[in-house]
Nanobody
Framework: QVQLIESGGGLVQPGGSLRLSCSAS????????MTWYRQAPGKGRELVAA???????DYVDSAKGRFTISRDNAKNTVYLQMNSLKPDDTAVYYC????????????????WGEGTQVTVSS
């Protein structure tokens, strides 16, 4: 069965950095696009970043230039490097598996981790 486990969240000051990791198992990792979503209090879940099997990437506009998604297929791990963090980045961050090798805005992710809390505050 598919398992996704996030780690690396925590409390950081504005302007700081965090790197989130998602360890995956239960499927052939290199065959699927992977994503990071986040959900802030009182808001819906939104896509933050996506990475295809060819390491093509997409980001929400608010993350462009600050966040970097990457993957290490040998380790079955996807990462989200977050720099220049802002209070608006505060949310629970989830990694999620796409149903195929590429991410489409109309697609629904088919597996989710339990999330890791990121809090950006002074």
């Amino acid at each position: 069965q598919v398992q996704l486990i996030e780690s690396g969240g925590g409390l950081v000051q504005p302007g700081g950095s965090l790197r989130l990791s998602c360890s995956a198992s239960g499927f052939i990792f290199s065959n699927y696009a992977m994503t990071w979503y986040r959900q802030a209090p009182g808001k819906g879940r939104e896509l933050v970043a996506a990475i295809s099997v060819r390491s093509q990437t997409d980001y929400v506009d608010s993350a462009k230039g600050r966040f970097t998604i990457s993957r290490d297929n040998a380790k079955n791990t996807v990462y989200l490097q977050m720099n220049s963090l802002k209070p608006d980045d505060t949310a629970v961050y989830y990694c999620a598996k796409a149903p195929g090798p590429y991410y489409y805005t109309t697609s629904q992710m088919d597996s989710w981790g339990e999330g890791t809390q990121v809090t950006v505050s002074s």
